[in-house]
């Protein structure tokens, strides 16, 4: 049970693990007593596997496990505490609050830098009234983004780096995963450019709840798992979640690939899926426009 434990907390599927030794019950009952007799005992030790990756949660756990300690234990038989929590941390002990925000903060700058400049613009939408290729308009339009995007995510990284942040693992994987975002990002601002239909106007009232949930409900300020359930569903609609997601992972607990492969799939197929609907929409507002002009034509 205790490997089974450990094995969770080191996967990532659970935040703690509270491993209780054989003799816990005897030991905490004798040093209770030796507290009543005004003698001493070794306290009970309680072993606690908690995931560093996440200074505030692991803040939170063992701030609240010695509280519950306290009020079960001390309150009930007015004794010091007869338990001392032993906590094993995995994933840097040293990891501090400005390391987990860093990978956020990066995803959180990239993602707007991609998806405001693809919502503002009206390439495909203009080349369709324009009597152009939109098709063609809207493929450059998207290479020219994701390059720049790209370029962008490169320096930001190098930058990044500068400063003493806390990474585990490889950086090029990070930059890889920032690389998924910008492609994730473009496609999901060229959808909402067409959904405005060349007018970006349009999408002024749209657009900063999106942003602003986006920041909220990806995982750079808390982790997705502390996001009311409620709203979970909606923090995975934004690639920004996947990105943040596997960067960190990557970063403080030095995960590789097929530890993320999930996050990877995840903003690939966002990118798929945004761009497919992207060119539909295009190819079905080119159909309704050559049926248009054909009508006109008829004699």
């Not at 503002?120 to 009597?131: N, S």
């Not at 490889?170 to 450019?193: D, E, K, R």
């Amino acid at each position: 049970p205790e490997a089974k434990a450990a094995d969770a907390v080191w996967d990532g599927d659970v935040r703690a693990a509270i491993i209780f030794s054989e003799n816990f019950t005897s030991d905490v009952l004798a040093a209770i007593a030796a507290a009543n007799g005004d003698t001493f005992a070794v306290p009970a030790s309680l072993q606690v596997i908690i995931d560093g990756s996440d200074p505030a949660a692991k803040g939170v756990v063992l701030g609240d496990l010695s509280q519950a300690v306290q009020i079960v234990l001390g309150a009930a038989y007015h004794v010091a505490l007869p338990i001392q929590i032993a906590p094993t941390v995995y994933y840097g002990s040293d990891i501090d609050q400005r390391d987990f925000m860093g990978p956020g903060i990066m995803g959180v700058v990239l993602f707007f830098i991609v998806l405001i400049p693809a919502v503002m613009g009206d390439g495909p939408t203009r080349a369709t009234k324009e009597g152009g290729c939109p098709r063609r308009d809207l493929l450059q339009r998207a290479t020219a983004l994701a390059v720049i995007g790209t370029l962008q995510a490169c320096v930001m990284l190098g930058t990044f780096l500068l400063f003493p942040v806390e990474h585990e693992g490889s950086m090029l994987l990070v930059l890889f995963m920032f690389i998924m975002l910008v492609f994730a990002s473009n496609g999901l601002g060229t959808l909402l450019s067409l959904s405005a239909r060349g007018d970006s106007k349009n999408l002024l009232p749209v657009l900063p709840p999106i942003l602003f949930a986006a920041i909220i409900l990806s995982g750079m300020i808390i982790p997705v798992g502390s996001v009311p359930g409620y709203l979970q569903p909606v923090s995975y609609c934004f690639p920004l979640t996947y990105a943040i997601d596997g960067a960190r992972a990557i970063m403080l607990r030095g995960w590789t690939a097929g530890d993320v492969v999930l996050d990877i799939a995840a903003l690939a197929a966002y990118a798929a899926i945004t761009y497919s609907l992207s060119y539909f929409v295009v190819a079905r507002r080119m159909h309704g426009k050559n049926a248009t002009e054909g009508l006109s034509e008829a004699p």
